[in-house]
């Protein structure tokens, strides 16, 4: 069977679980549609809430920029796993025990102002549709190689599949389809994963295979990469920094802070029963994503070991551009992989310096996506690839999705414009919200059209400096005043977007980057996505210096923030 | 379960509190520690054939992670029965 039809089979197979489980699973309260009913196991939910995290960046996008970037592409590991820690520990325990729907519905409550509330719908909305327009982006790639129509109808057809099940189902549905994205994804991820490192290496476990050494020599797998990398002019594999010490630390904080901070992963701890749920349950959810996060370096190591070795067989001896792979001409003819023959020799010279390199262009994204390819995997292999890619950009993005529409419908909504509306009119309005956040974000991922690539980066940014403080001093803060709060939210949300837009471009539209995105400009060097750390830290000193000046938080305030740091007594989410 | 005194009540969040910080200095150490300041140097010993400090970069931070939030949960889950706060029906 050829690879199409194989690619459809899978693909529409995994479709038609997904779109099952919806139907199964559909929503008939605001409780069931906004936290699953509050009696989602922990484990099951940390299995959600894996899938919800793990977006197209974690599954097409980060091997590939670890593959690239070598030791530097670290922060995404370390800042992609590290922000559980903070979750499991700082917010999500006191957060559950609060046991409201939304995360604005918190700050305005704490920061006992409807203001606050809304400044937070207002980043939440921000961060979640950046967020979200990167998760269309991955649905339009996936599909318009595997499936070999264009980018515009990937993404219409992404469009229709997570309207269906997201707006049917509300959190119930996501739950109970996260769940089975996350076994698509991790399977389509691990397979060829364990494949390619036992032909390295003879270890069938990538962990190990990266630290071992290739099969029938005494070399390690490393310290191979770490040669023919070198030999070309580019920097050892094992030791070249993202750019400087500094910069690694602020973008490892900024990815840690600002994954405690997304609204969509927060959510998903309110599904739980019980305050200790909350924790452990933040734990499982690392355990499912660690599987990946362990496998991803591997498959970035030995992935570009591959690709060397298919470019340069021996050292100084080239391959022939016309006995190049079949993958090498499928990849050629989506422009993500281009040759250029600049010596006219009618081989692939590849190197460092970009004077005489003629593999001018290898995008990130191919290389977890070509992998299979590259490594002679059969078919079913490249399909379940293509299958997996697609369940981690459709339960993101319908758990965004989700956090948008209630904060729409319960916070604005319900929250301030019509405190009266029965419960039926608020289900069917976080639907409609949910329908039209599907269309904006539909929209955005193709106007204007280089907005969606910086898009996800940006979203951890966001979340960092303005969510993530706010929830950190409403915990663990009786003084910081409702004007501290909101003057936090607006000064360190501001000066993240201001600091990207100033350096990539308002909307990311090259031209209008009034400093432009030069190195020299760059505040100690942080760039612009690693800025986040710093909005956070802004954040914090304006809160508490506004918070010096203004009236203190009444002593409802105070009981509020004595009941939340008690487990015992925690009602099932509720909404009054 | 039993109302706690303020004094109680004071005492299980600065239990918490200490547990939680001395977590977050591991969580530090490993990550922001062996994986980016100390990498130079831990890259010097080698195990099998990762680098220490690049192990901690890409693997070993987030084994510690995970172990992290479990030792934590553990503790938590014995504070709240020695202070009568957990929420077991």
């Known amino acids: 069977m050829d690879l199409r039809t194989l690619t459809y089979i899978v693909v529409g197979a995994t479709f038609a679980l ?41 599954f097409i996008s980060m091997a590939g920029m670890i593959a690239f970037m070598g030791y530097g592409g670290s922060v995404f590991l370390m800042g992609w796993t590290g922000g559980f820690v903070i979750l499991a520990m700082l917010l999500a325990p006191y957060l559950r025990k609060y046991g409201k729907f939304t995360v604005p519905e918190f700050i305005g409550d704490r920061f006992y102002s409807k203001s606050a509330r809304a400044v937070a719908v207002i980043c939440l909305i921000i961060c979640s549709v950046t967020y979200v327009i990167g998760q269309m982006k991955g649905v339009g790639v996936a599909f318009s190689r595997f499936l070999e129509v264009d980018y515009d109808t990937g993404l219409y057809v992404g469009m229709i599949l997570v309207f269906f099940y997201a707006v049917l189902g509300g959190m119930k549905g996501i739950t109970y389809t996260q769940i089975a994205q996350y076994c698509v994804l991790i399977l389509a991820y691990t397979i060829p994963a364990m494949f390619i490192s036992l032909q390295l290496t003879g270890n069938p476990l990538p962990q190990l295979g990266l630290g071992s050494t290739l099969s029938g020599s005494d070399t390690y797998l490393l310290d191979r990469l770490d040669q023919v990398v070198t030999d070309l002019g580019f920097a050892q594999y094992t030791i070249s920094e993202r750019l400087s010490t500094l910069n690694m630390f602020a973008y490892t904080a900024s990815l840690m802070i600002g994954t405690a901070g997304l609204p969509h992963v927060i959510i998903r701890f309110f599904t739980v029963p019980k305050v200790s749920d909350a924790r452990s349950s933040a734990g499982w959810a690392l355990v499912f994503i660690a599987i990946l996060y362990t496998t991803a370096p591997a498959v970035a190591g030995m992935a570009r070991l591959n690709l060397m070795q298919t470019i340069e067989p021996q050292p100084g001896n080239y391959l022939a551009y016309d006995e190049r792979p079949q993958w090498f001409k499928n990849w050629e003819t989506t422009g993500l992989l281009a040759y250029e023959d600049k010596n006219e020799d009618g081989r692939i010279q590849y190197s460092a310096n970009a004077e005489t390199n003629e593999m001018v262009k290898i995008d990130n994204d191919i290389m977890v996506l070509a992998n299979p390819e590259i490594a002679r995997l059969p078919n079913w292999v490249i399909a379940l690839v293509a299958a997996g890619g697609l369940a981690a950009a459709l339960s993101t993005a319908a758990g965004l999705l989700l956090a948008i529409a209630s904060a729409i419908s319960h916070d604005l909504l319900k929250g301030m414009i019509a405190p009266n509306i029965s419960e039926k009119a608020e289900l069917n309005a ?26 996800v980066a940006l979203a951890f940014g966001l979340a960092a400096s303005s969510i993530f403080p706010a929830l950190m001093m409403g915990i663990f803060s009786k003084v910081v005043t409702k004007e501290g709060a ?73 009981e509020l923030v004595e009941h939340i740091r008690i487990p015992a007594g925690a009602e099932v989410a509720h909404d009054h | 379960m039993s109302k706690l005194t303020e004094e109680q009540a004071a005492a299980y969040w600065k239990r918490n509190l200490a547990l939680m910080i001395k977590l977050l ?28 400090g690049f192990w901690f970069a890409q693997q070993g931070s987030i084994y510690v992670f995970v172990a992290l939030i479990f030792y934590y949960t553990r503790r938590m889950a014995a504070l709240d029965r020695e202070f009568n706060v957990h929420d077991d029906e």
């Open chain 2, 25 to 52: 200095v591991i969580w530090f150490v490993v990550s922001y520690g062996c994986g980016i300041l100390l990498v130079d140097v831990l890259n010097q010993i080698q195990i099998g054939g990762y680098k220490l």
């Open chain 1, 18 to 58: 997904y779109i099952g489980i919806a139907i199964w699973s559909r929503a008939g309260s605001t409780k069931e549609f906004y936290v699953a009913g509050g009696g989602v196991h922990p484990v099951a939910n940390g299995m959600a809430t894996a899938a919800d995290w793990m977006s197209a960046a974690s």
């Open chain 1, 486 to 558: 909101i003057a936090g939210m607006v000064a360190g949300i501001g000066v993240t977007l201001f600091y990207v837009f100033q350096h990539k471009g308002i909307m990311f539209i090259p031209g209008t980057a009034f400093l432009g995105d030069t190195p020299e400009n760059w505040f100690f060097g942080i760039e612009p996505n690693a800025f986040g750390v710093v909005g956070a830290v802004v954040n914090f000193a304006v809160a508490f210096a506004v918070s010096k000046v203004t009236a203190q938080p009444p002593e409802s305030v105070r």
């Open chain 1, 430 to 455: 976080s639907r409609v919200a949910m329908a039209l956040a599907i269309v904006g974000a539909g929209y955005l991922g193709l106007n204007p059209p280089g907005f969606a690539a910086g898009t």
